[in-house]
């Protein structure tokens, strides 16, 4: 398998999931946005106050882009919103084996209710705000992906050991190397 994919909502586990498959499975492990982070020397809530989300959703196309090239035996845990455009659904199928993580709200809430780095989240009601964000992009997520697999009342290696079972059956259903 070229590259392994984690998306989803925020708070569902896929860059604690992410780090901890990577490393059981010998492979690199890339986070889309700490990378941005890195690569425009301040944190995305900074990004999307001076810029605005569309520029960083331009930032996240631009990064799909260049890995495509260069992203090999990776797991790579993307922003929840990098699905949302057609363009890097296309592009992240073409990177590897999408794992959608999903979990319910309540879940979701529980895990970023006082995480103050996710600018999509700031305003009055979080529940209300959670709620709007994953009816919206819940259609773009099962789009991009391959596999569907739920974090509710799993710890990250039982969602490790699901993935490892479900990719397993993936590839044997589609022989054709991702």
């Given at each position: 398998?070229?590259?392994?994919?984690?998306?989803?909502?925020?708070?569902?586990?896929?860059?604690?999931?992410?780090?901890?498959?990577?490393?059981?499975?010998?492979?690199?492990?890339?986070?889309?946005?700490?990378?941005?982070?890195?690569?425009?020397?301040?944190?995305?809530?900074?990004?999307?106050?001076?810029?605005?989300?569309?520029?960083?959703?331009?930032?996240?196309?631009?990064?799909?882009?260049?890995?495509?090239?260069?992203?090999?035996?990776?797991?790579?845990?993307?922003?929840?919103?990098?699905?949302?455009?057609?363009?890097?659904?296309?592009?992240?199928?073409?990177?590897?084996?999408?794992?959608?993580?999903?979990?319910?709200?309540?879940?979701?809430?529980?895990?970023?209710?006082?995480?103050?780095?996710?600018?999509?989240l700031n305003?009055?009601?979080?529940?209300?705000?959670?709620?709007?964000?994953?009816?919206?992009?819940?259609?773009?997520?099962?789009?991009a992906a391959?596999?569907?697999?739920?974090?509710?009342?799993?710890?990250?290696?039982?969602?490790?050991?699901?993935?490892?079972?479900?990719?397993?059956?993936?590839?044997?259903?589609?022989?054709?190397?991702?």
């Amino acid at each position: 398998m070229k590259n392994l994919i984690l998306i989803g909502f925020m708070g569902v586990g896929k860059t604690t999931v992410g780090r901890l498959l990577a490393k059981e499975k010998g492979m690199l492990f890339l986070d889309t946005d700490d990378r941005i982070v890195s690569e425009q020397g301040t944190d995305i809530p900074d990004i999307f106050s001076r810029y605005g989300e569309p520029y960083f959703r331009d930032l996240e196309t631009e990064l799909l882009k260049r890995m495509q090239e260069d992203t090999k035996n990776t797991v790579v845990s993307v922003g929840g919103g990098m699905p949302v455009r057609e363009e890097n659904r296309m592009l992240l199928r073409s990177l590897g084996c999408v794992v959608y993580l999903t979990a319910a709200k309540q879940t979701i809430l529980r895990r970023v209710h006082n995480d103050g780095s996710r600018p999509m989240l700031n305003g009055e009601d979080l529940a209300e705000k959670v709620e709007q964000l994953m009816s919206a992009r819940e259609h773009f997520y099962r789009q991009a992906a391959h596999i569907y697999i739920r974090t509710d009342g799993r710890s990250a290696r039982q969602v490790m050991q699901v993935i490892g079972q479900e990719t397993r059956r993936f590839m044997a259903e589609r022989p054709v190397s991702l």
